[in-house]
């Protein structure tokens, strides 16, 4: 089935630790972004791609980094792990910059820093 | 205060109600007003979208607009236990999906 699509499913890391949450779609979009979700907060904007080869940040950039290593695939990077750091991760993608309702999202990364 | 309030529930309602979901927002800025449905472990899905003011339907859910009270509802009607869902509201000053700002959420539960 057409979509976006996360790996892993779930992840527990130990403080410290670092890791790479893929995600790759197959429907031709330009925009990816990554979001977290915490309780209460919503979903809050990590970075984004608007096209390929390019990445921006978004509203909670501090300690992750991304890659646009094609037009299909947008990863997120945590380089040393914090318990701040625990939460949903959901990648997301959009046929043109300028078109949120447009947003198809992943089913989620769950991520627990211990 | 954040920018946008949404009341996190939870809603238990019988099936056949209708159901209403609001948000409020500060920012007088905001132009594009989406409601997406988040069921248990899954992503968001975008359920409606309206550009500015006013009404959009859609079947059983109809979206509510009004910027003078900067205050946006979903309503649904003759709801049904599959509608039971998390449902985030979220709101942009323009077009460009970096800047959507979304509620926390409202948890909906529809009892048969």
């Known amino acids: 089935n057409a979509g976006v699509t996360q790996t892993p499913k779930f992840q527990v890391l130990k403080t410290g630790q670092s890791m790479t949450l893929q995600c790759a779609q197959d429907m031709n979009h330009n925009s990816m972004y990554w979001y977290r979700q915490d309780p209460g907060m919503g979903l809050r904007l990590i970075y984004y791609?608007?096209?390929?080869?390019?990445?921006d940040k978004g509203e909670v950039p501090n300690g992750y980094n991304v890659s646009r290593l094609n037009k299909r695939e947008f990863s997120l990077r945590l380089e040393s792990a914090a318990p701040s750091q625990t939460s949903v991760y959901f990648c997301?993608?959009?046929?043109?910059?300028?078109?949120?309702?447009?947003?198809?999202f992943g089913s989620g990364t769950r991520l627990t820093v211990v | 205060q954040k920018e946008v309030e949404q009341d996190p529930g939870p809603l238990s309602v019988p099936e056949g109600a209708i159901v209403s979901l609001n948000c409020t927002y500060s920012n007088s800025a905001f132009q594009y007003f989406m409601w997406y449905r988040q069921y248990s472990r899954k992503g968001p899905e975008l359920l409606m979208y309206?550009?500015?003011?006013g009404n959009k339907e859609d079947g059983r859910f109809t979206a509510q607009v009004d910027k003078s009270s900067k205050y946006i509802s979903l309503f649904i009607r003759d709801s049904q236990p599959s509608d039971s869902a998390t449902y985030l509201c979220?709101?942009?000053?323009?077009?460009?999906?970096?800047?959507?700002?979304f509620g926390s959420g409202t948890r909906l539960s529809i009892r048969p």
């Open positions: 979220a709101m942009s000053p323009y077009s460009s999906a970096s800047k959507i700002i």
């Open positions: 997301a993608s959009t046929g043109r910059m300028g078109q949120g309702y447009g947003y198809t």
């Open positions: 309206t550009y500015s003011s």
């Open positions: 791609s608007a096209s390929e080869g390019t990445t």
